[in-house]
């Protein structure tokens, strides 16, 4: 049922910008965890060699972790909650309702970063190293233990597990795709810290050539355990449902060489630092590690869109559709009627006095929408074009078994019949607004 | 009018309900301490720049401005909780009035985006130059103005969301022309409510000069900041005080009826909240007169806390009031999680161990003499 008003946003549609905020968002999260480790090992090391180049550029990268973390990194995190409850709302408030308390504790672990990442950037050489060192643990695990519960949040989408059934929290948490979920963002985090920590050395005015190469060869270590990424990703697909194995292994194109490509790429990079920097202590210069970070976060991003893109045609599986309708819901609403269903959609059709949206294109923008974008993204028209009118017809009806990552279509026959209609003159290409449908206008009866 | 009002999410409510009000009734005065003084520090800092320069002036624009970073991150970190107890409260209002503003909602990001990154441009120092800042002092005041009018505006907007959420009447308005305008329409609904956000965080921002000046003892230049400070949360108390008349005058009949009957439980917390913000105005005006007195620093910082936390009660029992025709609390399935509820109580006490420690490592690192923050 459609009980939110929905949010339009021209050509591009909400899920572009959630897309956008999250994909920014993923990557300065993961370096923020991924530095923490990079920062208490490296802090580590340092102070028993007395390695004082290294501890120098230990304290630049914490700035860099400061500025990029705490407020880039804080505020889209704050930015995916904004998007997200305007653009799937029904989802939002599912997760919110399910997860609060792991919300909360997430919570107090974001707070603990907040203040041990000011207490270790604020006390270089104001407490013995020691100490420091502590400061930089604790800031290591608060963030990691924020990936580790945000993990869980996010796997439940795609394999809710039994929670289906039980409707139980843990069952829900502790969701099968939980753990190589945990472990793939794990090694992700410390490969982009890595990567990063490789761009500021050479950014850095205050180190000669040599120092660069100490600080490479030793941020190099945070990207060997990319060849890890195969053995988790198959872990991750072992766990997948049925339908988005089906999608990854040639459903959809796109999905499989998203999934290549994340694995190919990172396991290449983890090869590369392990023999190249580790072993041969190689040098690298600001190109290459600004290649290697474009690599490492494109295949972060693809793995990302392909946790996403494999999800339909839910938005949590088995439980609620990308268009906002949850599954024991189809039966009423085939009976009653989307309209009666949607209060804000009919809403603008009777502010409008008939001039507003009819009943078909009401149908579209509910169900459709999500995915297809009218002389856009995935447009229908052409999908349709070969079709004849009876085969429209027929096949709305069978969307969901045509293409099994679309949703069902909903509605009463006379409604479909509307959306047929409209598909249809859209298809012929004459924008003549017919009158046919205006029976199904009556305003819907609450939520 | 076709009910546009969501039900409540059938998952229902994983905790009782007063776990949950309390929740986010303390949560959300814990985000307004920050909140507060990075709202009211930053026109402070504004205020700071013009006019004859000076020791003092300039001992407290670096104080503020080292804490003024922290205060913004504990203002986003202590506003998520909130943020996440109302969701689970009151969904339903708050995401239509957020689907309502659309991009003006997500422009609260970008606005706190630029001026948390003003602010660290501000304190930047030259690379070769030790002390010296970067640019020069006209640009710099503008930079500052420019921190100060964004966080207004994300007041502004926080605002505007907390009136469209808690009047569905305005919806079909909203949803037809503009969201921001349908709210701003009628001046008795926004301008009160706004005005008395603005004007408290004065209240508390001045608390915050007090302590920020005195922070390594009383000297002559400290105690002239406490009293700049004093006298900003003296004005502002004394102003908000008018204002919070009108804000409760300005309220649909039905509910000021109910509040002025004892028929909520806000009637209570909102007596009480005045009688101590008088108590408050008067110690803030002993305290105007001698700055650096320690006790009655304290008890006008306690009262300033009480009243907070009274007012955000009285702000919750508002929203309940507001809602009322549409929606009560006890309609909420209730289907509490015992489990992660005690799992998560010891994260947060271990959680705040931890931050109790981290704090006084910090604290001393900077206080090496262990000098210590009262006269």
């Known amino acids: 049922m459609w009980e939110y008003p929905d949010w339009n946003v021209p050509r591009l549609g909400g899920g572009m910008v959630i897309a956008a905020i999250a994909t920014i968002h993923v990557l300065v999260a ?8 990079l920062l208490a090992i490296g802090e580590g090391r340092a102070r028993k060699t007395q390695d004082a180049v290294l501890l120098d550029f230990l304290r630049l990268f914490s700035k860099v972790l400061l500025l990029a973390g705490f407020v880039f990194g804080a505020i889209t995190g704050v930015g995916i909650w904004f998007s997200i409850s305007i653009a799937s709302t029904r989802a939002t408030s599912m997760l919110i309702h399910t997860f609060v308390w792991f919300w909360a504790m997430e919570w107090v672990f974001f707070l603990v970063e907040i203040v041990a990442g000011y207490a270790y950037y604020t ?32 796997s439940f989408m795609l394999t809710p597990g039994e929670w289906t059934e039980t409707r139980d929290v843990w069952d829900a948490f502790l969701n099968p795709t939980f753990p190589p979920t945990v472990a793939l963002r794990t090694v992700s985090c410390l490969a982009i810290a890595g990567l ?55 459903g959809a194109v796109a999905m499989m060489m998203f999934f290549l490509f994340g694995i190919v790429a990172s396991t290449l990079v983890g090869l590369y630092a392990y023999f190249g920097l580790i072993r041969a202590r ?24 392909v946790r996403e893109g494999v999800r339909k045609p839910y938005l949590i599986y088995d439980h609620l559709y990308s268009n906002g309708l949850v599954k024991s819901e189809i039966e009423k609403v085939n009976r009653e009627g989307v309209l009666p269903n949607a209060p804000w959609a009919t809403l603008a059709t009777r502010a409008e006095a008939g001039g507003g949206p009819r009943t078909g294109e009401i149908l579209f923008n509910l169900q459709c929408s999500q995915c297809h974008v009218l002389g856009g993204f995935n447009d229908l028209v052409p999908l349709i074009r070969p079709w004849s009118r009876e085969l429209l017809v027929y096949n709305l009806d069978r969307i969901h078994e045509l293409k099994p990552f679309m949703p069902p279509l909903v509605g009463t026959p006379e409604e479909r019949r509307a959306l047929a209609d409209t598909l249809w003159e859209l298809k012929e290409g004459s924008g003549d607004r017919g009158e046919e449908a205006a029976g199904n206008d009556q305003p819907g009866s609450g939520s | 009018m076709t009910n546009l009002v ?20 303390v949560t959300h005065a814990l985000h307004m301490v920050f909140m507060n003084f990075a709202l009211a520090g930053s026109w402070v800092l504004c205020a700071l720049m013009v006019g004859r320069e000076s020791e003092w002036k300039k001992m407290l624009y670096e104080r503020m401005m080292a804490v003024l970073p922290v205060a913004i991150s504990l203002a986003i970190t202590f506003g998520i909780a909130p943020l996440l107890f109302v969701q689970v409260l009151y969904g339903q209002f708050f995401y239509v009035a957020n689907v309502l503003l659309g991009f003006f909602w997500l422009a609260i990001l970008a606005l706190l985006m630029v001026g948390f990154y003003t602010v660290y441009a501000l304190k930047a120092r030259r690379p070769e130059g030790g002390e010296k800042r970067i640019a020069a002092r006209p640009l710099r005041l503008l930079l500052h103005l420019g921190v100060a009018s964004a966080f207004t505006a994300i007041a502004f907007l926080f605002t505007t969301n907390a009136a469209l959420s808690q009047h569905p009447e305005l919806w079909p308005l909203a949803r037809a022309g503009s969201p921001v305008g349908s709210v701003w329409r009628e001046a008795g ?29 009383s000297d002559e230049e400290a105690e002239k900041g ?5 006298m900003v949360s003296l004005v502002a108390t004394a102003i908000q005080i008018v204002i919070g008349f009108w804000y409760l005058l300005s309220l649909p009949e039905g509910v000021l009826k109910r509040f002025l009957t004892f028929a909520t439980p806000g009637s209570f917390s909102l007596i009480l909240g005045i009688l101590l913000a008088v108590g408050l105005f008067l110690a803030l005006f002993f305290l105007s007169q001698a700055p650096s007195h320690a ?34 609390l006890p309609e909420w399935t209730v289907r509490t999680q015992w489990g992660p509820i005690l799992v998560f109580l010891a994260v947060f006490v271990a959680g705040l161990a931890v931050v109790a420690w981290l704090a006084r490592v910090a604290w001393r690192a900077h206080n090496p003499r262990g000098a210590e923050p009262s006269s």
């Not at chain 1, 850095?204 to 100490?214: H, I, N, Y």
């Not at chain 1, 190109?287 to 793995?303: G, H």
């Not at chain 2, 969501?6 to 009734?25: C, K, Q, S, Y």
């Open chain 2, 295 to 328: 006790r009655l620093r304290w008890i006008a910082s306690a009262l300033a806390a009480a009243v907070l936390l009274l007012m955000s009660a009285t702000n919750e029992a508002l929203r309940e009031e507001l809602l009322r025709e549409h929606f009560t």
């Open chain 1, 196 to 250: 990063v920590a490789m761009l500021v050395a050479n950014l850095s005015r205050s180190l000669d050539r040599e120092g660069k190469t100490r600080v490479i060869n030793f941020s190099a270590w945070f990207l060997s355990p990319l060849v890890l990424m195969l053995p988790f990703a198959a872990w991750y697909f072992a766990e997948l449902p049925q339908l988005a194995k089906d999608l990854i292994t040639g």
């Open chain 1, 30 to 37: 993961h370096f923020s965890v991924g530095a923490g480790f």
């Open chain 1, 282 to 305: 190689r040098y690298i210069n600001l190109e290459t590690s600004l290649l290697l970070l474009s690599i490492a976060m494109i295949a972060t991003v693809s793995m990302e869109f």
């Open chain 2, 226 to 230: 406490a009293r700049l400070g004093a």
């Open chain 2, 189 to 217: 609904l926004a301008v009160p409510r706004f005005l008395h956000n603005l004007v408290g965080s004065f209240g508390i921002g001045g608390l915050w000069l007090v302590w920020i000046a005195l922070f390594r003892g």
């Open chain 1, 123 to 154: 006390t270089w050489d104001k407490v013995p190293g020691t100490v420091h060192r502590a400061l930089g643990w604790t800031y290591a695990a608060a963030a990691w233990m924020s990936l580790f519960l945000i993990s869980g949040i996010l």
């Open chain 2, 6 to 25: 969501p039900g409540p999410d059938p998952l229902g409510l994983p905790a009782p309900v007063w776990l949950l009000v309390t929740l986010l009734v």
